[in-house]
């Protein structure tokens, strides 16, 4: 009787999550998100906000071993006029745009937010929320609101009226984790 022969199972290569972002504060929530699904995300910083292109996106998207399959996020405030219109053009990519600020969108981990916002009052919205927030990192608090109210946040996002002020859609790639992790 002649023995089956085994065969190995082909192995699903998981999309690569590419997270073009301008500031600290977005880095080191992306970082949280790298950690808390475990998918492979790359965080490709860009200060300058006014530079994006569809050459420096393919430039950095070089040096990955890249599928069909990767998707690829834009993660800016819309604090500053004209930057929704720079990133409109930037085809086959997925906004994720907070107007004014990504402060907003930890916001809406813990409250409604329904009224227009600049900036500073935004930020010092979050302020009175988190203990001991500071721009550009994220405290024990702020990780434990993120995972605690997660889904809360992504319910109020979607109903604000992008790109309206208040508005983001950082919901987004959360839901294409979600989705990914599966």
Same mark, same amino acid.
């Given at each position: 009787?002649?023995?089956?022969?085994?065969?190995?199972?082909?192995? +699903?290569?998981?999309?690569?999550?590419?997270?073009?972002?301008?500031?600290?504060?977005?880095?080191?929530?992306? @970082?949280?998100?790298?950690?808390?699904?475990?998918?492979?995300?790359?965080?490709?910083? +860009?200060?300058? =906000?006014? @530079?994006?292109?569809?050459?420096?996106?393919? @430039?950095?998207?070089?040096?990955?071993?890249?599928?069909?399959? =990767?998707?690829?996020?834009?993660?800016?405030?819309?604090?500053?006029?004209?930057?929704?219109?720079?990133?409109?053009?930037?085809?086959?990519?997925?906004?994720?745009?907070?107007n004014p600020c990504v402060e907003l969108w930890f916001l809406l981990h813990n409250q409604e937010c329904k009224s227009e916002l600049n900036t500073k009052s935004c930020i010092r919205k979050y302020e009175s929320v988190s203990t001991d927030y500071k721009k550009g990192t994220l405290n024990a608090f702020d990780l434990q609101?993120?995972?605690?109210?997660?889904?809360?946040?992504i319910a109020r996002a979607k109903k604000l009226n992008t790109p309206g002020n208040p508005s983001t859609t950082v919901y987004k790639l959360l839901e294409a984790l979600q989705e990914e992790r599966l």
């Open positions: 009787m002649a023995r089956d022969v085994r065969k190995s199972k082909a192995k +699903k290569m998981r999309p690569i999550f590419f997270v073009f972002c301008e500031g600290e504060t977005e880095i080191a929530y992306v @970082n949280y998100l790298k950690t808390k699904y475990r998918l492979p995300i790359q965080i490709l910083p +860009k200060k300058s =906000d006014s @530079n994006i292109s569809c050459r420096f996106i393919e @430039n950095c998207k070089r040096e990955y071993f890249t599928t069909n399959s =990767d998707k690829t996020f834009l993660m800016y405030d819309l604090d500053v006029d004209g930057v929704l219109d720079k990133l409109a053009c930037i085809p086959d990519v997925t906004l994720l745009v907070s609101l993120f995972y605690q109210g997660e889904d809360a946040a």
